[in-house]
């Protein structure tokens, strides 16, 4: 199966669910990636920031890619992260999710006190010199204090073989991919992020799909299809349908951990447990979700 022939599409990104205990819960991972399968999602990403990768031990890695990889089967390509503070930890970690099975990995720029491009392409740079997978390179300011610019994301993907992809989370993110694809020429494969909050404009700006954990991942998957199928008014109409819902799991500080509440709501995850410091939500906001979800229609099926 060509990578580049069918890595397009839908990528449901994994949180890592736990248990009472506070441990992973490979029981609820393998649940989601069947969820990713069902909702005909192109592909699961796992040990991104939605997936607390940070808040996890190096000796809890292993055993998540593992699981995920093993029940993705040949169904789902599996997207690993292996964003790392240097090049060192960055081409272990590569090395680790390639002998996995890995289908691709997924690395956001090293944080920096003063960022500069050098630095950064020699940070990709070790990746390259292990990977035999494509590398998604993630474009997260937010969190990193990185700033890619199209010319630099431009010379990575012309000089770096391996870095076929990016994703793109850096707003406003439609006129970036429109800027992105003119320094590329159009050559690297540009996915959207952000919970889905542009996909509509995203995809009608030469996206080739996005990366996230939207609870409901076969709304975006229909959204995708019908625009492939240039039914753009469909797609307009899902989209702004559940827009609503994709600006509250978006909420700033405590998104993860409504998500993982939605999903905990339609039986993926045991637990909507997240790791301290993360975020949890409180009594109200799990109230306002309730409201919002007996207003929308989640009859999902004619979509």
């Not at 506070?22 to 029981?27: I, L, P, Y």
């Not at 793109?168 to 800027?179: A, R, V």
């Not at 939500?281 to 306002?288: A, H, M, P």
Request: negative net charge; contains cysteine.
């Amino acid at each position: 199966m060509s990578v580049e022939q069918n890595f397009h599409g839908i990528h449901f990104m994994l949180p890592t669910p736990f248990d009472q205990n506070g441990d992973v819960d490979a029981s609820s991972i393998k649940s989601l990636v069947n969820g990713a399968r069902i909702a005909k999602c192109t592909g699961v990403v796992t040990l991104g920031v939605m997936g607390e990768a940070h808040r996890l031990t190096d000796s809890e890695r292993g055993p998540i890619i593992d699981t995920v990889v093993k029940a993705a089967g040949d169904d789902l390509t599996v997207t690993v992260g292996v964003s790392a503070e240097s090049g060192h930890s960055l081409a272990a970690r590569t090395r680790e999710a390639q002998s996995a099975g890995a289908t691709a990995v997924m690395a956001a720029p090293a944080k920096m006190t003063k960022p500069n491009s050098t630095s950064t392409f020699g940070y990709y740079e070790a990746a390259q010199e292990i990977t035999e997978i494509p590398i998604v390179i993630q474009d997260l300011p937010e969190q990193t204090g990185v700033h890619l610019h199209p010319e630099f994301i431009g010379k990575l993907h012309e000089e770096l073989p391996d870095a076929k992809y990016l994703k793109l989370e850096d707003p406003p993110t439609p006129q970036k991919i429109t800027s992105v694809i003119e320094a590329t020429a159009g050559r690297m494969g540009v996915f959207g992020g952000l919970g889905g909050a542009f996909l509509f404009e995203e995809l009608r700006r030469g996206a080739i799909g996005t990366m996230t954990g939207f609870a409901y991942p076969e709304v975006l998957v229909s959204i995708y299809n019908y625009l492939m199928k240039n039914d753009i008014e469909r797609a307009r109409n899902i989209f702004y349908s559940w827009l609503p819902l994709i600006r509250y799991e978006n909420s700033a500080g405590i998104g993860l951990a409504i998500r993982k509440e939605l999903m905990k709501h339609r039986g993926f995850i045991e637990t909507a447990d997240v790791r301290s410091p993360t975020a949890s939500i409180d009594i109200r906001t799990k109230e306002e979700l309730n409201d919002l979800l007996n207003a929308l229609d989640t009859n999902i099926t004619d979509i």
